[in-house]
Each structure stands twice: as structure tokens, then as C-alpha cells.
């Protein structure tokens, strides 16, 4: 079946810092991807989007990189803050809107 | 902004009773979905309606059925809770069936089941 996986299951950074969190996929007939954020005691929320025909997309201190050759995702987050200690999933559907998660990646921001 | 309501947020059950968990969205979306977010497995997709009184098998619909009536409500049934559905169960909603957009999800209800 189709998979989505995350490259590191924790990562701490410092406050102001810019944070990388990645994500490889499988299934090249994805076209739209998406990255949220979950906090705790929350659901996932969307943070930013991105369709297969682009490379790059900027949002808020957020800028999501599709490489479609290796498969490969990611979210940079720029000056990180306390606030954005969460666990972030990438996502990825294809037709009819099903959409499939990876286990998720927990960021933590250290002050 | 999307509202997506849960009507529970904790919920305790003993084996074999039957469970409904509702949802409600506000905006008119057409997708609705049913997760469950285990620690390790990340969310899995148990039940989705593309419209009212239709339903698709997700990846784990085994003990579960669902119910859409209207178009804003989602129910996820557990017909026989067992313990191995102690869970964190998660609706979600998005716009339509042939576009992709993102899914807008509910602060979730936890289900244990004794």
C-alpha cells in the first residue's frame, strides 16, 4: 500500500533557529501534498499546502519543498518559536480525497 | 474559519456496549472522515462519506460502521466496543470530491474502553 514516512521521529531546536522537518513518500501519482501541526490535546491543523506542480511554496515563517524525482518533502520553519512545539505530519492524496499520514515528527523548541 | 464539532471529548465505555461518536461541520463540505490517532501508528483512516447516505471502507473499518444523514453530520458507530478500540478518535471534513483541499479535523475524543 501506499506509504508516507518521516525521516526523524524527534527534533529539538533552539528558539530563533530555523527547523527542517522531512518526509518521503512512495506513491509517484500523489499530487497534493500537505503538511500539519498538532498540539497537544488538539487536532491536526493545516499549516500549507502544495500541488505537484510546483517545487516550492511560501506561507507565514512556513516554506514547503516538493521534490517529486527523490519523493521527498519538507517544511522549514523559520525563527522557530515555543509555539511551534508540536508534532507536524505531511500528508499526500491523490484522486477521491484519500488522504494518507505519516506517524508524525515531534518538534521541540528549546528557550 | 471551518468548525468541526465532536461532541465528546472523553468518553469511558465497557466492553460490548455499543458507542456512537458525533461530528458536525459548518461549512457546507460535501468529504467527511472518520481517523483514529494511536501512539506510534500515526492516523488511521477508518470510515469516509463523499455525501449524505453514502460511506467508503477506509484502511481499518472492521468493528465500525458509520451514518450520514445530513450533510453536516458524521456519526462512527462501534457496534460491540471492545478494548482494542481505546483510542483517540478524529473527524475531519474538506470541501469537495474533486478538489483537493485540506481536511479540516475536530479536537478529537478519547475513547476508553473497560
Known amino acids: 500500500g501506499e506509504s508516507v514516512g518521516l525521516h526523524l521521529p524527534t527534533l529539538s531546536v533552539q528558539e530563533g533557529d530555523n527547523s527542517i522537518i522531512n518526509c518521503a513518500y512512495s506513491?509517484?501519482?500523489?499530487?497534493?501534498f500537505i503538511w500539519y501541526k498538532q498540539e497537544s490535546g488538539k487536532g491536526p491543523q493545516f499549516i500549507i499546502d502544495?500541488?505537484?506542480?510546483?517545487d516550492k511554496r511560501q506561507g507565514q515563517r512556513v516554506t514547503v519543498l516538493l521534490n517529486k524525482t527523490v519523493k521527498h518533502l519538507s517544511l522549514q520553519i523559520a525563527a522557530t518559536q515555543p509555539g511551534d512545539s508540536a508534532v507536524y505530519f505531511c500528508s499526500h492524496s491523490g484522486g477521491y480525497q484519500k488522504v494518507t499520514f505519516g506517524t508524525g515528527t515531534k518538534l521541540q523548541v528549546i528557550p | 474559519d471551518v468548525k468541526v464539532t465532536q461532541s465528546s471529548r472523553y468518553l469511558v465505555k465497557r466492553t460490548g456496549e455499543k458507542v456512537f461518536l458525533e461530528c458536525v461541520q459548518d461549512?457546507?463540505?460535501?468529504?467527511m472522515f472518520w481517523y483514529r490517532q494511536d501512539p506510534g501508528l500515526g492516523l488511521r483512516l477508518i470510515y469516509f462519506s463523499y455525501d449524505v447516505k453514502m460511506k467508503e471502507k477506509g484502511d481499518i473499518p472492521e468493528g465500525y460502521s458509520v451514518s450520514r444523514e445530513k450533510k453536516e453530520r458524521f456519526s462512527l458507530i462501534l457496534e460491540s466496543a471492545s478494548t482494542n478500540q481505546t483510542s483517540m478518535y478524529l473527524c475531519a471534513s474538506s470541501l469537495s470530491r474533486q478538489y483537493n483541499s485540506p481536511l479540516h479535523f475536530g479536537n478529537g475524543t478519547r475513547l476508553t474502553v473497560t
Open positions: 506513491n509517484s501519482a500523489s499530487d497534493y
Open positions: 461549512m457546507d463540505h460535501e468529504n
Open positions: 502544495i500541488r505537484s506542480n510546483m
